[in-house]
């Protein structure tokens, strides 16, 4: 007679993480039974934004080890069921196989997020691309709510708090034009498109020169003499 339940546990996806189309995880999992062993491991997925509550994928038997105990029920199961800005339960119970079930029965929320954030924007020289004779400037701008992220050129500013409205860092300028692609990046991963801004780099000094006509050693009264400036940059 088996009168001990089994039990089982989710490891994945992380409670209360956001996921886009490319990093959504498998459904994965540990059980264990000291009685009988177990037969079979169920997950059901329910849209808990959805007004009332609905059943997306009901109890549906996932791959496991019965040595291990390790179980998976892998995204291509699920994921063309998903909804973009929805939040979702799972649900995970272990049957061994005297039909006894796990109690109580374990879940984690997880938020589907396949919507692109709108992009930063510069306001370091309003958004215009200019020229300094500086070897490193400051790039400055705003952004949207729900940012984790702020990029450029691929990579992640430091001292950004995910949330804030606004962003600030050191850009260098080691070549004489320098572009950059500055991006957000939301929660669940997905990338916004770039705003772009230019900054030239001229440390050339400008040159000046003047010409008198006629050019003499001593000038009267009178003499008409005309100045030439010159000046180049």
Do not use: M
Not at 10 to 28: E, H, M, R, V, W
Not at 193 to 212: R, Y
Request: glycine share 6%.
């Amino acid at each position: 007679i088996d009168t001990v339940n089994p039990t089982v546990t989710i490891t994945s996806p992380i409670n209360d993480n956001s996921y886009n189309a490319s990093d959504l995880p498998s459904i994965s999992g540990s059980a264990s039974d000291v009685g009988s062993g177990l037969n079979r491991i169920e997950v059901q997925i329910t849209d808990t934004t959805a007004i009332p509550d609905r059943v997306i994928l009901a109890w549906s038997a996932a791959d496991f080890d019965s040595a291990t105990g390790a179980w998976v029920l892998n995204r291509s199961a699920f994921n063309t069921l998903l909804i973009s800005g929805q939040t979702y339960k799972v649900e995970a119970r272990a049957i061994d196989n005297a039909e006894g079930t796990s109690t109580p029965v374990p879940y984690i929320s997880f938020t589907y997020d396949t919507t692109l954030p709108d992009a930063p924007v510069i306001t370091t020289n309003g958004g215009s691309d200019f020229v300094t004779n500086q070897a490193s400037v400051t790039l400055s701008g705003t952004n949207v709510s729900g940012i984790a992220q702020i990029l450029v050129n691929g990579a992640p500013i430091s001292g950004f708090a995910a949330g804030n409205r606004s962003w600030t860092t050191t850009a260098d300028l080691p070549a004489a034009s320098n572009t950059f692609d500055v991006t957000a990046k939301d929660a669940a991963g997905n990338e916004s498109l770039a705003d772009t801004i230019t900054i030239s780099k001229d440390t050339t000094l400008p040159t000046f020169g003047l010409v008198l006509d006629p050019i003499k050693t001593a000038y009267r009264a009178g003499d008409v003499i005309t100045f030439t400036l010159t000046f180049n940059e």
